[in-house]
């Protein structure tokens, strides 16, 4: 957060010391984090100030990650949007697709590694507050269509990446979307939802006569059902297994909708590669799995084939980072007065999700890789120390990327037999890892002081 243009130095200041405690307890209210009456009113005016804005409080993080991205060869930005869903009256909610829910959307671009999917970071985050609903109760009419999210996202990340290949689900198949991306040649990834016009006839009768590639697996996690039918039938429960996929590409135009129309006005057409994934042989009671991705990345090779359906299924990163953002980071139980103060307390709380899930990527995807440069060399020491006082597994000399996160999940109470840490005991324990590091710079400041006199 450091270097955050908010107007005033002294805000900045304060962000950096409320960033600074709020990582060391990332899990915990406001109160309980800010730890005195001072810091605490300090937080709540710097938040529900009209003149801090989310994007200003993200715009270091945002420089650094473009960074990051400048250090890859290939660079993946998965959008996704979540439901920030909070309780309590708050000034200016607005509704969400389930009626008795109350709060507002967060659409987020996240950077990741094309090669196995580590998170770089947030490149952008747009909030939407739906004022009113319709009688289906999943649109709105604010003053800004809500669709175009996708457009201003995508806008965004090429602005900043323009190399990056976005990775979007079926909400996105939208024409003019990939329209727009083809035209700048931007690289995606869409999963088609719309049984869309060609010259040819309708998408979905192209299927059959698709070229098969190859056969690959991959491994499912399990899909537990969903409450809504209408969620229940997007996403159908499953059982977690290793599933065998068909792959099969061929080229196809799309074309607009009304371009087989006698004296239509200025038809559309858009060539793109269908990559159509299909599960062989799938479990009794499961649905079998089936994706259609449209994309403009070459499907001349197994190889090339491979690369958009692992990128595509780097998508679920986004995933376990919304769900760091509201288990590890508590964003929908943060009692604040209004959506101006909860947009600028997400701001403050995507990179902090971001650190943890990268801190469970490190130990799951890279668990070999020396980790002596991911903590400060005090950081360390006091990792050592708190193990060894707790009658925990002490570290290795030279520990790697999956000894040095259980060593801070063993902190935040994580039971070995409990299998991989999940994010909430990762927040936990690094909230007393930067806790027990900040007592020991304090102490150390405090040892040159008399030092000096």
Not at 35 to 45: K, M, P, S, T
Not at 53 to 81: N, Q, S, W
Not at 315 to 325: D, Q, S
Not at 414 to 442: D, F, K, M, Q, Y
């Amino acid at each position: 957060m450091t270097g955050a243009m908010l107007g005033d130095a002294r805000r900045s200041e304060r962000l950096e010391d409320m960033v600074e405690v709020l990582a060391r307890k990332p899990g915990v209210s406001l109160p309980e984090a800010m730890g005195d009456e001072a810091a605490l009113e300090g937080a709540y005016r710097l938040l529900g100030n009209d003149k801090v804005r989310p994007e200003d409080i993200l715009a270091p993080h945002v420089a650094l990650t473009v960074k990051r991205c400048a250090k890859e060869e290939r660079v993946l930005v998965l959008f996704d949007t979540t439901e920030i869903r909070v309780g309590g009256e708050r000034e200016e909610l607005g509704y969400l697709t389930h009626e008795k829910g109350r709060g507002f959307l967060a659409h987020v671009g996240l950077a990741v590694k094309a090669d196995g999917g580590a998170p770089l970071g947030v490149l952008h985050c747009e909030t939407l507050v739906r004022r009113d609903l319709t009688k289906k109760g999943k649109k709105h009419s604010g003053p800004e269509k809500e669709a175009l999210r996708w457009h201003r996202g995508v806008d965004a990340a090429y602005g900043l990446v323009p190399e990056g290949i976005c990775v979007m689900d079926r909400e996105a198949d939208v024409f003019t979307l990939i329209n727009q991306m083809d035209e700048r040649e931007q690289e995606y990834i869409v999963r088609a939802s719309q049984n869309r016009a060609t010259p040819e006839g309708p998408l979905w009768e192209l299927l059959d006569d698709t070229e098969v590639v190859t056969t690959r697996e991959l491994e499912l996690p399990k899909r537990r059902p969903r409450k809504r039918a209408s969620a229940e039938k997007q996403h159908p429960a499953r059982s977690a297994h290793t599933a065998t996929l068909e792959l099969r590409t061929r080229r196809v135009v799309l074309q607009t909708a009304h371009a087989n129309r006698q004296h239509a006005p200025n038809p559309t057409y858009v060539q793109v590669n269908l990559v159509h994934v299909l599960e062989l042989n799938p479990l009794e009671g499961d649905e079998p799995v089936e994706w259609i991705l449209l994309t403009n990345l070459p499907c001349a090779s197994r190889k090339d084939v491979d690369f958009i359906v692992d990128s595509y299924c780097s998508r679920w990163v986004i995933e376990e980072f919304f769900k760091a953002l509201k288990s590890g980071c508590a964003i929908e139980k943060r009692q604040l007065e209004s959506v101006r103060s909860m947009t600028n307390m997400l701001a403050v709380s995507l990179p902090i999700a971001w650190l943890l899930l990268r801190l469970r990527h490190l130990s799951r995807d890279e668990p070999s890789r020396p980790a002596a440069r991911l903590l400060s060399p005090l950081m360390l020491k006091c990792l050592r120390v708190l193990l060894v006082a707790r009658n925990r597994r002490p570290l290795p000399k030279n520990p790697s990327c999956r000894e040095l996160t259980w060593g801070i999940a063993a902190l935040g109470g994580h039971i070995t037999n409990n299998g991989e840490p999940g994010l909430i005991v990762l927040g936990r324990g690094l909230a007393t890892l930067l806790e027990a590091t900040a007592v020991a710079e304090t102490i150390i400041e405090a040892e040159e002081i008399v030092i000096n006199l």
